[in-house]
Nanobody, 125 residues
Framework: QVQLVESGGGLVQAGGSLRLSCAAS????????MGWFRQAPGKEREFVAA????????RYGDSVKGRFTISRDNAKNTVYLQMNSLKPEDTAVYYC??????????????????WGQGTRVTVSS
């Protein structure tokens, strides 16, 4: 069992920055692909970013490329999402997730088996 706990969400003005953290417990996730998704009201859960265990392979959703950066600290069993140049359309609940395995970064929520409870990000215009 893996427990994931996100933190760092909040209210920020457009153009501002936030850094989300996802702390894993229960077992190490250092060999797992970890991802961030988000879900806005009335919308489907959307892929934001994912990172392989080594940190060498990273993918971003098209809407966040160039603005968001995913990173991980395997020693701390923690994954981060640095969000810069935030826009009102980034408003959503952000979720951290662990993939099911397979070695390929999956862009769909069904490819992840453990999820955090989410942290809310609100970007005001």
């Amino acid at each position: 069992q893996v427990q994931l706990v996100e933190s760092g969400g909040g209210l920020v003005q457009a153009g501002g920055s936030l850094r989300l953290s996802c702390a894993a417990s229960g077992r190490t996730v250092s060999s797992d692909i970890m991802g961030w998704f988000r879900q806005a009201p009335g919308k489907e859960r959307e892929f934001v970013a994912a990172i392989r265990w080594s940190g060498l392979f990273i993918r971003y959703g098209d809407s966040v490329k160039g603005r968001f950066t995913i990173s991980r600290d395997n020693a701390k069993n923690t994954v981060y999402l640095q969000m810069n140049s935030l826009k009102p359309e980034d408003t959503a609940v952000y979720y951290c997730a662990k993939d099911r395995g397979g070695g390929i970064i999956n862009l769909k929520p069904s490819g992840y088996d453990y999820w955090g409870q989410g942290t809310r990000v609100t970007v005001s215009s």
